[in-house]
């Protein structure tokens, strides 16, 4: 399962990302029934989004030596909502396998809450708000040091309620760092309920354009395709401005008790309903 896709015909290179992202949501649902205290519906909302950040070639990443300089910064800054990482992460190399069984057991580096004794994880990300604050510095580090190397963020759209990200994105424009790369996960609803009656944030690529921000939409942000080609669109603009992908998507993904609850963020899901969904008797 760790081949990665970026060398293949576009036809094929979507049904591969596809179907890694399929893999990726189950072992996602099969961490969460081992652990129920992880945040499960905020992280299969990403799925396809990490899938192809990682799986596609955008990123150029380094598992076999997860801090070389030559790799490009990727910051989680939702981080509660991210354990979909986890099955990636491992996948490509950056940890075994087998640690996906020990999530949330005593001893064990993959924690509720990732942050960077995970290898792969650049910075902590509990308080949420920051990264891409931490973000805009790392890609102004790396332009003055005069490297190539590119910076993406992961927020999610709630998180956009917090000031401290709009700080970041006017000092991001006001720098032209064209090597950061922010990417929301706008999947509508957040702790208390949805997005739209909590802060409304429409429209936001208007938000991000009117402090000079160039911004691309993807309708579907659990369509890899539509996703690769936002992706593709962005690293391909010689714009100076700093750029964001902006991905609809489906708190809960793919677990029908989730999809259409307001408080989806805060719940679980029961062994039963992940059982039926995985289709593997419960298996541990």
């Known amino acids: 399962m760790n081949a990665r896709a970026e060398f293949h015909d576009p036809a094929t290179r979507a049904l591969l990302l596809a179907d ?14 081992r652990a129920p205290e992880t945040r499960v519906a905020s992280s299969l909302s990403a799925v396809e989004l990490l899938t192809v950040l990682y799986y596609s070639g955008i990123a150029r990443i380094t598992p076999d030596e997860p801090l070389h300089a030559e ?10 909502g991210s354990i979909c990482m986890y ?13 996906l069984e020990t999530v949330c057991k005593p001893g064990s580096f993959l924690g509720g809450i990732p942050d960077p004794i995970i290898p792969g994880y650049e910075t902590i990300n509990g308080s949420l708000g920051h990264g891409l604050g931490v973000g805009s510095g790392t ?4 332009r003055t040091k005069g490297k190539p190397q590119r910076t993406f963020v992961l ?18 424009a006001h720098h032209q760092l064209k090597n950061l790369i922010a990417m929301v996960d706008c999947n509508g609803r957040q702790m208390l309920g949805y997005t739209d009656n909590v802060v409304n944030l429409n429209p936001l690529d208007a938000k991000f354009a009117a402090f000079g921000w160039q911004t691309h939409t993807v309708e579907d942000g659990h369509d890899v395709a539509q996703l690769l080609a936002g992706f593709e669109a962005l690293l391909a603009s010689d714009s100076p401005k700093p750029k964001v992908l902006i991905a609809n998507t489906l708190k809960g993904k793919g677990v029908a008790s989730l999809e259409g609850a307001a408080l989806a963020h805060v719940m679980g899901v029961g062994r039963a309903e992940i059982d039926a969904i995985l289709g593997d008797g419960g298996a541990p």
Request: hydrophobic share 50%; with cysteine.
């Open 87 to 99: 099955p990636i992460l491992a996948d490509c190399g950056y940890f075994p396998r087998a640690a």
């Open 20 to 33: 890694k992202a399929r893999w990726v949501r189950e072992q996602t649902l099969a961490i969460h029934r």
């Open 139 to 142: 890609a102004l580090a790396l």
């Open 155 to 172: 927020l999610g759209d709630g998180e956009l309620n917090e000031g401290a990200v709009w700080e970041a994105v006017m000092f991001a």
């Open 71 to 80: 790799r490009d910064r990727i910051i989680i800054s939702k981080g509660h």
